[in-house]
Structures are given as C-alpha cells and as structure tokens.
C-alpha cells in the first residue's frame, strides 16, 4: 500500500531525493524482502522474523518501508502506547550498501510526520538503545532511565544439570530464608501495576521495560503487555522488593536449534534478583534443546555479581562485557 505523500511532504536531503526513496506501509507480503534485507542483522540473532507477523496485527503499530528502484532498503517501526501520548520508535533496519547515507534519519523523520496524522495527541518520541550516548544525544534527549544488560550463552541441557546442582534458593547463604517468587496471573498483575503504588518503588522511574519497549504502567499499556507471553514474577505480593518479565523462548535465524531469552529485571536486591533469573531460567529452559542466548536487563550496580554468579556458579559463557540500555525520549514538535 503506497502513502499518500500529498498529505506528508517530509523535506528529503537533495541527494536522497534524487536517489527516488520511495515509503510504504509494510505488509505480510513483505516478510521475504525484509528478510533478505536484514539477513545479517544483530549477526544472525535478529528477533524481527518471530515478531514481525504479529506486528502486523496490532492495531497501534505503523510499519514503514524505504524503498529504492523498488527495493527494500529500510524499515521503522512506530507504536503509539501511554493512551495515546507517546511515539514508541524501534526495529529500525538499513540494508548494509545505504548506511551512513542519512537514510535512517529521513525515514524515522517521515515515520514521524505520518504517526502525527494519525495521531496528533502525540507529544513524545522514545525509544531504547544500547550504544554509548555523546553529547550531541544528550541535547537531543532526556533520559529516563537506564538498565545494565547481561548476556550470556549455553546449551540448554548443560545448564539443566548445573540448576539442578544449584537448587533454586540456595544460591547464597541469606536466600535460603526468602520464599520462593510468585508467578503473578493476569488479576494479580493489574492489581500490582494499576491499583496500588507498591511498583512504584520498585520500577526504574515508574517504567515498565519488555524486551526493549518502555511504558507507563497505565491500563491501555497493561492491556497491550497481557497480549503478549510473558512471566510476570515478583519476591512477594504484598510488598515487593523485585519483580521481573520474562519472554517465552523464540527462535533467531543463527540456526535451527538457537533460542533467544530475555529477562527484565526490577529491583536493588541481588539475592532476590539471583532467585528470580533462576526461577526464570528453569521455567524456561525445561523443554529446550539446543544453544540459548540469554539477555537480561537490570540495575547497574548488580551487573558485575550477577556476571560472576553466572560465570562462576552457573557455567555460562558471558558474550559481551557491560553495556547500557538507555531509555530515552524527545518531545515531538
């Protein structure tokens, strides 16, 4: 489906409108030259071809494709959440042969121009990343907040044997006194989150962080979030101390038997965060056969103890040392 460029006339830079851009609303007909556009993406660990097809189903979500000669050569995606006030803006994808040509840019400024058409209650952009920001980034945007991310690779059957040594509580002397976490339903999650201020303290700046995507702890937002297979998790009902969203396994175009696992983290409490990943991970990792990428996001403070535990006690290889994942936001004008 071609947009109608009468209603948004984006000021393309004079050499990319002379090179014929070309936008677009994607669609499942598109699946297989966006696939091939993005083959190498994250270097073979892309989650776009498991989410791709429900992106097309949500009724909140705008999927714009660059297009050059015809060809797929760019993709954004724009949904708009926090009752209609903010632009999420993620799965931003270049072919390798147009990057650093200020495609990116257009594009994000051409998805921008079409969401406030749509959406013209709209007054904030944000979106997550996990590079280093400059000076220029911060005149750009405001932080909100930040999360160290963990990433850590095994088998799945080799990490069953060493949970099954390791014993969920029993990973530090003071956990063998916590209870066991509480894997929240749907009632006692819009309880928590909506009804009462007892995440408040426990949620980095009151934001809820899945898999990349922040949000208000709002009921328009909960409602998009209980869609989706996710493990709520929390040490205690009644006054929490650390909570956690867990994502079901999905499979990465790295090869046939590769999984990705991500996990986010809330809370300062490092034996209770300990409990919760490996409460996670044993949910998680039961069925499982064949090699796991595991990232988890959590406070910063709790990078380095939580890299060891899983080094030293668990057996894992850590793929990357600390990174940050940012949230960040801009007004839109």
């Known amino acids: 489906m071609k947009i109608d460029t009468s209603l948004i006339t ?28 993005s083959q190498d993406i994250y270097g073979g660990l892309d989650y776009l071809p498991t989410r791709y097809n429900s992106w097309m189903q949500e009724a909140n979500r705008t999927v714009i494709l660059a297009r050059k000669q015809g060809k797929v050569i760019a993709l954004e995606s ?45 007054k904030v952009t944000r979106l997550t990343r996990d590079d280093q920001l400059g000076p220029k980034d911060f005149q750009k945007y405001r932080v909100i907040t930040k999360q160290g991310i963990l990433l850590v690779r095994f088998r799945a059957e080799d990490l069953r044997s060493c949970l099954s040594e390791v014993g969920l509580g029993r990973n530090s002397e003071s956990s063998t006194s916590n209870p066991s976490p509480v894997l929240l339903d749907p ?47 929390v040490d205690d009902m009644s006054s929490p101390t650390v909570a956690s969203l867990c994502t079901f396994p999905f499979r990465v175009p790295i090869g046939d038997d590769w999984y990705y696992l991500n996990i986010d983290m809330f809370g300062k409490d490092l ?3 300990r409990q919760q990943y490996l409460c996670h991970l044993q949910r998680h990792t039961a069925a499982l056969k064949g090699h796991v990428m595991c990232q988890m996001f959590l406070d910063p403070p709790l990078w380095k103890p939580m890299a060891e535990f899983c080094l030293s006690t668990l057996k894992v290889e850590l793929v990357k040392e600390y990174t940050d994942q940012y949230v960040v936001e801009s007004d839109v004008v």
């Open 10 to 37: 984006p000021q393309l830079p004079e050499a990319l409108s002379q090179a014929g851009l070309q936008f677009t609303v994607a669609t499942e007909d598109d699946f297989d030259d966006i696939m091939a556009m």
């Open 78 to 122: 724009v949904c708009v959440i926090d009752n209609g006030e903010t632009m999420l803006v993620e799965g931003l994808r270049v072919a390798p042969q147009e990057r650093g040509k200020g495609v990116a840019g257009v594009l994000l400024r051409f998805c921008s121009e079409l969401v406030k058409t749509k959406y013209p209650e709209v």
């Open 187 to 233: 009632t006692a999650i819009q309880r928590l989150y909506l009804t009462t201020d007892l995440m408040h303290g426990v949620l980095p700046n009151t934001t809820i962080i899945q898999d990349w995507q922040p949000f208000k702890p709002v009921p328009s937002n909960m409602a998009i979030l209980l869609k989706k297979d996710i493990d709520w998790m």
């Open 271 to 273: 034996d209770l965060v």
